[in-house]
């Protein structure tokens, strides 16, 4: 199994093998989620004081809040890396 690894912006890179999902922050239940992942400790901001606009969900329950769009965030972990083929 090769790894995946997804820029999430500002170079922080995550394993897209672990990824579950990749959802906007503006619905209730997602907000409820990021809560409960604060309290909790798994809880990864990666936005650098930026505007939340994509939160990664784990297989590890952790959640990953981005300042980049949910849709460059899918976009970058379909794309092959340079020199790789699909």
Request: hydrophobic share 40%.
């Amino acid at each position: 199994m090769d790894i995946k690894l997804v820029n999430i912006g500002f170079g922080n890179i995550v394993s897209g093998n672990r990824i579950i999902a990749i959802v906007s922050p503006e619905s209730a239940p997602i907000k409820r989620v990021i809560n409960e992942a604060k309290d909790k400790g798994q809880l990864i901001d990666a936005t650098y004081g930026r505007r939340t606009r994509a939160v990664i969900i784990t297989d590890s329950n952790h959640i990953i809040l981005s300042s980049i769009q949910p849709e460059t965030v899918a976009q970058r972990f379909a794309s092959p890396k340079d020199g790789e083929h699909k």
